[in-house]
């Protein structure tokens, strides 16, 4: 597995400089920052060196021209903002980092005093993080379904199984439940006028199974090969979601689904297992574990939502504005890769834009609120992160995001989103700990103690909780 660098950040330092802050709101804050003109000094030897490459003066090499020559050519002035534009972003850094501010926005800032030769003093107004006041996590209890099994589930997992193995016959007879058909769809408004775009050709529909379109099954049953049914329905996509219409259906072509028998013959084909008692509890045991990860998962979100029901966060505008915008561009993207347009889309979801706009807003509230959150837990805890924890999560997002892990990897270490990533393991971690710490229960009044629970849906034993510890202890102490 590759191994991920961490960032590294190393910000020259001085003692000379002064900071304050002012709290202009719970999200905004004013930062002053006074500089000694003195240690401004090497930002303008600095600034003269390099303007010093620049110009050509007869007599003098590149970048040995003295520095009143320099202000003879081009002016004290141009030689003092050079050096101000390259020693702000340090100043500003160690501003933030003695202030102990976790910026949430690019500063506005505002050079308020700056003469040569004098003090200088910088402010800069920046989007920060609202404190947080975290509710007593231990009397929240939230309730999450049964993971219970039943033999119809198990049944279900067979009969699927058996359908991957499943055989056609082109038949002549009627249709009937089951079929595999081929058909031609063709709808028209009721004055019997085609409506563009709702044709299909060669479509494979199978009797019984998700209907397409209300009336669909019923129009089919009983028809051979050749035949053709007209019914009433209604559109269920594209801008005319919803419409009454007439839909014509031609059955082209009709095909008989024989399923295998279910027999230890068949078993030993489709599975490691001999006897169909093996393959029944193995499907079992899989679909119990599934269920608990969807019990782990039901508790983290409905912990997360009780915990941001009971508390108020004030948001930063523009990071609500930032975040949005982001969300509009992903939107857009996903719907030109369907190739849907926004009315399409807003259509088959029956929605005005109003209410789509209003829904987006909501949830990236929700979601900065929730990071928030979970970010203070971490910030209040002890929460510790190794390479390989952040090795094997960035693995995962490459593989949930169908890229090569090397080039994903490349990717993210470019554009800087390995602190990112960190902060996403991170918050995993602190999550995980308000669901331990909350009290969960299921559907039938059990109580569930999900830090047992592993990746892979089985619960953790006693001896493999003890082997972990020991375990981390040992890789710390190394």
């Given at each position: 597995m590759?191994?991920?660098?961490?960032?590294?950040?190393?910000?020259?330092?001085?003692?000379?400089?002064k900071?304050?802050?002012e709290s202009?709101s719970?999200?905004r804050?004013?930062l002053?920052?006074?500089?000694?003109?003195e240690?401004?000094?090497?930002?303008l030897k600095?600034?003269?060196?390099?303007?010093?490459a620049?110009?050509?003066?007869?007599?003098?090499?590149?970048?040995?021209?003295?520095?009143a020559?320099?202000?003879?050519?081009?002016?004290?002035?141009v030689v003092?903002d050079?050096?101000?534009?390259?020693?702000?972003p340090?100043?500003?850094?160690q501003?933030?980092q003695?202030?102990e501010?976790?910026?949430?926005?690019?500063?506005?800032?505002?050079?308020?005093?700056?003469?040569?030769?004098?003090?200088?003093?910088?402010?800069a107004?920046?989007?920060?993080?609202?404190?947080?006041?975290l509710?007593?996590?231990s009397?929240?209890?939230v309730e999450v379904?049964d993971?219970?099994?039943?033999?119809?589930?198990?049944?279900?997992?067979?009969?699927?199984?058996?359908?991957?193995?499943?055989?056609?016959t082109?038949?002549?007879?009627?249709?009937?439940?089951g079929?595999?058909?081929?058909?031609?769809?063709?709808?028209?408004?009721?004055d019997?006028?085609?409506?563009?775009?709702?044709?299909?050709?060669g479509m494979?529909?199978?009797v019984?199974?998700?209907?397409?379109?209300?009336?669909?099954d019923?129009?089919?049953?009983?028809?051979e090969?050749?035949?053709?049914a007209?019914?009433?329905?209604?559109?269920?996509?594209?801008?005319?979601?919803?419409?009454?219409?007439?839909v014509?259906?031609?059955?082209k072509e009709?095909?008989?689904?024989?399923l295998p028998?279910?027999?230890?013959?068949f078993?030993?084909?489709?599975?490691?297992?001999d006897?169909?008692?093996?393959?029944?509890?193995?499907l079992?045991d899989?679909?119990?574990?599934?269920?608990?990860?969807?019990?782990a998962?039901?508790?983290?979100d409905?912990?997360?939502?009780e915990?941001?029901?009971q508390?108020e966060?004030?948001?930063?505008?523009g990071?609500?504005?930032?975040?949005l915008g982001s969300?509009?561009?992903?939107v857009?993207?996903?719907?030109?890769f369907?190739?849907?347009?926004?009315?399409?889309?807003?259509?088959?979801?029956?929605?005005t834009?109003?209410e789509f706009?209003?829904?987006l807003?909501r949830?990236?509230?929700?979601s900065i609120i929730a990071?928030?959150v979970l970010?203070q837990v971490?910030?209040?805890g002890?929460?510790?992160?190794?390479?390989?924890?952040?090795?094997?999560h960035?693995?995962?997002?490459?593989?949930q995001?169908?890229?090569d892990?090397n080039?994903?990897i490349?990717?993210?270490m470019e554009?800087?989103?390995?602190?990112e990533?960190?902060?996403?393991v991170?918050?995993?971690?602190?999550l995980a700990?308000?669901?331990?710490?909350?009290?969960v229960?299921d559907?039938?009044?059990?109580?569930?103690?999900?830090?047992r629970?592993r990746?892979d849906?089985?619960i953790?034993?006693?001896?493999?909780?003890?082997?972990?510890?020991?375990?981390?202890?040992a890789?710390s102490?190394?």
């Amino acid at each position: 597995m590759p191994t991920i660098p961490r960032p590294h950040r190393h910000q020259p330092r001085s003692s000379f400089v002064k900071t304050s802050t002012e709290s202009l709101s719970p999200t905004r804050v004013k930062l002053t920052i006074e500089v000694p003109f003195e240690e401004f000094e090497p930002n303008l030897k600095d600034a003269y060196q390099a303007i010093g490459a620049q110009v050509t003066v007869p007599g003098f090499r590149k970048g040995k021209v003295p520095a009143a020559v320099v202000d003879q050519r081009v002016g004290r002035n141009v030689v003092l903002d050079e050096a101000i534009n390259a020693a702000l972003p340090q100043w500003y850094s160690q501003a933030v980092q003695e202030q102990e501010i976790q910026p949430l926005s690019q500063p506005e800032i505002d050079l308020t005093k700056f003469s040569d030769g004098e003090p200088i003093e910088i402010t800069a107004e920046l989007d920060v993080r609202p404190p947080i006041t975290l509710p007593d996590i231990s009397g929240i209890s939230v309730e999450v379904k049964d993971a219970e099994v039943t033999d119809a589930d198990v049944d279900e997992q067979l009969e699927a199984l058996r359908e991957r193995f499943a055989t056609f016959t082109e038949v002549e007879r009627p249709v009937q439940a089951g079929d595999v058909l081929t058909i031609d769809l063709n709808a028209a408004d009721k004055d019997g006028n085609a409506i563009e775009g709702a044709q299909a050709e060669g479509m494979p529909y199978t009797v019984g199974k998700t209907e397409m379109l209300d009336g669909l099954d019923e129009a089919v049953t009983g028809l051979e090969a050749g035949g053709t049914a007209t019914f009433a329905s209604q559109l269920v996509g594209g801008e005319l979601k919803g419409q009454d219409v007439d839909v014509t259906v031609t059955v082209k072509e009709v095909k008989e689904q024989a399923l295998p028998d279910l027999d230890e013959e068949f078993v030993q084909m489709a599975s490691e297992f001999d006897t169909l008692d093996e393959l029944r509890a193995d499907l079992k045991d899989r679909l119990t574990r599934g269920k608990r990860m969807e019990q782990a998962n039901e508790a983290r979100d409905l912990v997360l939502d009780e915990i941001i029901g009971q508390i108020e966060i004030p948001l930063p505008d523009g990071l609500v504005a930032e975040e949005l915008g982001s969300r509009r561009e992903q939107v857009t993207q996903q719907l030109a890769f369907a190739g849907m347009s926004m009315d399409d889309y807003l259509a088959e979801e029956g929605q005005t834009l109003e209410e789509f706009e209003a829904d987006l807003e909501r949830r990236v509230r929700e979601s900065i609120i929730a990071q928030f959150v979970l970010d203070q837990v971490v910030a209040d805890g002890e929460f510790g992160i190794d390479d390989t924890e952040l090795s094997q999560h960035i693995m995962r997002r490459a593989q949930q995001s169908g890229q090569d892990p090397n080039s994903y990897i490349q990717h993210i270490m470019e554009h800087n989103h390995v602190p990112e990533m960190m902060s996403e393991v991170l918050r995993g971690k602190a999550l995980a700990s308000l669901v331990e710490t909350a009290t969960v229960k299921d559907a039938s009044g059990n109580s569930l103690d999900l830090s047992r629970l592993r990746a892979d849906g089985t619960i953790a034993t006693d001896e493999q909780l003890a082997a972990e510890a020991e375990a981390d202890s040992a890789s710390s102490a190394s």
